[in-house]
């Protein structure tokens, strides 16, 4: 056991640090460095200790901070569900599969603006896909407008990202089964079992630690979600769909508090960090590590 | 055998592709259809699928309005192609330390990495945009590109890394036991390996990049000639009116490359990942 | 404004130093949209203002809508400031507090050739920070044949209140349409049609010296009108702003609603017809204005030559032609306005309304007085607070923005 630190591990690193410190790095340093200040669009900045970060806590951030916890869970369950569904269905070689599968990708593929203001018609109650069917079916005699209240606004949103999310689930989840062998499920065929069992038995446990890496990244992304939210309702109706990120965006750009926003900013960071650290650690636990 | 279906299993599978499908493209049925409609018959009281005057004039005029679309694709595909393959350098290396090596502040450090994804660019646009001036790099494709490149490489170190995890080590060890040196094991022994892991890696830096092209684009950059499709779409948007059925169209026209591509490369995805199928 | 020494930057600094003096010459102007909206016209000012000044250079970048204001503030944030950027004034009180732009000097005859309050949109502090370019008043749809098949009069739209309410319920009752359409999504255009309708109640956000006087009796009665107008409104208020309630009264789904002149080009399958914002007891016809500006960014070492190029663009003449071209409310007393009324009626409303319509209030957050005001008619439209206490909170809460 060598003693001295083997620099061979550090060097791989290097093209991943240099990009990532020169673009993200420093303007990171300087966002934590704002969260102590006062500053707008003024000239003339003062340095105001936590004093930010004091009014954020206790002016209903714990709140938002609750409800992005909510609404994440929520998204990022649902995407991990309807994604793993789905790619089981894709996963079956049925003629048209390859077409199918391709089909899978567009939300992904659309800027998300535009895959936004799409979801934004069809809620709405009047002109929208989704009221009119549902009437024309004759499952509601009136329109439903789902992004007037806050509950289904809510919800609304929710759907509209989980959209965004699923195909990139579903093609690695797919990816991933499709690298298990066929002699498992031979083997199980031989033993007589059916395909049902053979999915619950061989496919899920064996694509549970590519659905747990792809269930970390989605939720890291999920937390950021922006356009879904901001397109959809602007974080109304009364806030009902204000999550973290909204309500940054609202303080630094929209109102020119880059302090206030800087030190929400360094806020998400850090949950989230404590977040994927702490998931990290029960990984390990489970001995995901070798 | 194993893959004949009774015939209720078929149609199990059918529908259950139809629903999830439906969800899917239910907003793109949408756009396909307000882009065949006039700019003052986008929408209808009550909801119908088919209208009057509907028809394929947007797919003409939008190049009339936005003269330039053809060169926003080809400038989204150029600019995710070098993100992709910038953050290949970077990514692999670093999945590959992260994956088989255990050193100093190796938790530590790819938290950090995930960290970078949890910071929306829209945060640190104004200290970045004072960065990419300091570089002399505003108004050229390099100022979309780093930026792209970054927020690309977490994610991509952090999927390459479990599926490198999942190859056994004896194929290294006797490559060492060989005499090979590390770094050459790398590329000639995991590499070919782990093709399918790096090509799932790269789809999803490339469609990432072609989607998320807004900010970075709108703020480092003045040339439209320079822009990429997500800001050159917006030029759809006027004062009072937006040209729905226009930008419906250069939407779905704008997908369309990135479809053919994934098409082509999902064959070596499965190709590869069927060949070298790795023991679980 | 941030500090930064490495000697990279140091060496870079000095390079783009270099490079730029040579484009000291390049007045850099952001222009929000395309060349669409009347660019041939600045194409043809921005021309004669480089003739006229020689050594000097326009660099104009047309930004789409959404985004062009807050990149022109990004980037004076960042330091690298245009020289003359087009943006809606409300941002002006802000950007001059933080002492970002120069203010302008405008003779008294430059002065009185501007329709009624629209300087009162551009100046805070008792001066001018942009000349006015773009100029949008708000007035009254109503859908004539929905009044016909009401039992109301086509020919006399409601002048008050009461009638208003009238014809709303009569509509709703008697027709499958909505009588009303009530903007409530988050988006500015729910503060701007309820403060319109609160300026025909003699209401206000601010007074002359900048008090806020919102909680008044006024906008109490304007509040509860409002709420009394929901009942005979389309469902589901806050899911709807500018652009879904046209495409409803488009659809011949509402008997009225309000907006700006640029919807006119969408209602072709509509018989429509224009009339003022009804007002209340307490007030006079009055309206939502809002205009857009040039402002000159200050520490670009091109403010003059902005300043001038800003001023020749909005000469009376030019600016009639830019208005024709883009289809605005003209913006400067000339001869050339009567005829527009004369060519099409639907004008009327819109331009006679401007002497006693209220300007959008220069408050230097107004992103935070938006967030305020919308939040105070979303609770009271919703029944989520009363609307005493609605605008009693906001209030308080406008009083302690800076």
Known sequence: ?290 | MINRYKWWEYIAIYAGIAIFLSFILAPFVEAFVVSLRPLDGIFSIPYRFLSEGMSFEAYFSMWESVPLLWLYILNSLFIASSVTLLSLVAVIPAAYAFARFEFKGDNIMLGAFLAINMVSGAVLIIPLYRVMMQLGVLNTYMAMIVPGTAFVIPTGIWLLRSYLMRIPRELEEAAWMDGAGRLYTLRRVILPIAMPGIIVVSITSFITAYAQQFLFALTFNRKIELNPLPTGLYQYFGRNEVLWNELMAASLIGILPVMILYLVLQRYIIAGLTAGAIKQ | MFKHTTILTALTLSLSALAAMADDQRVHFTICGGPDWAGDVTAKYIAEWEGMNPGYFVDPEYIPWGQCQEKATTLAAAGNAPALSYLGSRTLAQLSQADLIKSFELTDEEKASYAGPVLGTVTYDGKIWGVPRAFSSRAMYYNRGLFEEAGLDPNSPPETWEEFLAAAKAISENTDSYGFGIPGNSTDTTMQIFLGMNYSNGGAVLDDEGNVVLDSPETLATMKMWIEAAKYAQPGIAAYGESELTTLFAEGKLGMYLAGPWIRSKLKDVDYATAFFPHGPSGTHSTFLVTDSYAVFKGTGLEEQAESLAKLLTAPKAQLEFDLGTGLVPLRNIAGVEKLIEEDVTWAPFINVIPTGGPEPVIPDHGGLRDIMVDAIQGALLGEISPEDAISEAAELIKELN
């Open chain 1, 1 to 290: 056991m060598k003693k001295s630190i083997d620099p061979f591990p550090y060097m791989l690193l290097v093209p991943a640090l240099f990009v990532t410190l020169l673009v993200v790095a420093w303007p990171l340093a300087e966002t934590v460095r704002l969260s102590f200040t006062d500053t707008t669009l003024k000239p003339q900045v003062n340095y105001i200790g936590f004093a930010n970060y004091e009014k954020i806590l206790s002016r209903g951030f714990p709140e938002v901070i609750g409800r992005t916890f909510l609404w994440m869970t929520l998204a990022v369950t649902l995407k991990l569900l309807i994604g793993l569904l789905g790619a089981i269905l894709l996963n079956a070689a049925v003629p048209g599969r390859t077409l199918f599968r391709i089909l899978t990708m567009p939300p992904w593929i659309i800027p998300v603006a535009i895959g936004m203001f799409i979801w934004g018609w069809m809620y709405n109650g009047q002109f929208g896909m989704i009221s009119g069917l549902i009437q024309r079916i004759g499952l509601s005699d009136g329109p439903i407008e789902f992004l007037a209240a806050k509950d289904t606004a809510f919800l609304a949103t929710v759907i509209s990202d989980v959209w965004i999310g699923v195909p990139m689930v579903a093609v690695y989840l797919l990816a991933s089964m499709q690298s298990i062998s066929n002699e498992m499920y031979e083997a199980a065929w031989v033993d007589g079992a059916g395909r049902l069992y053979r999915i619950r038995r061989i496919t899920v446990p064996l694509i549970m630690k590519p659905l747990i890496t792809i269930g970390i990244l989605s939720a890291i992304w999920t937390f950021n979600a922006f356009d879904a939210i901001w397109i959809l309702t602007e974080g109304g109706p009364r806030s009902g769909t204000t999550t973290m990120i909204i309500d940054t965006y609202k303080t630094a750009i929209d109102r020119f508090r880059y302090g206030e926003g800087a030190a929400r900013a360094v806020l998400i960071v850090l949950i989230m960090m404590g977040f994927s650290t702490a998931y990290y650690l029960v990984l390990r636990k489970l001995g995901n590590r070798r």
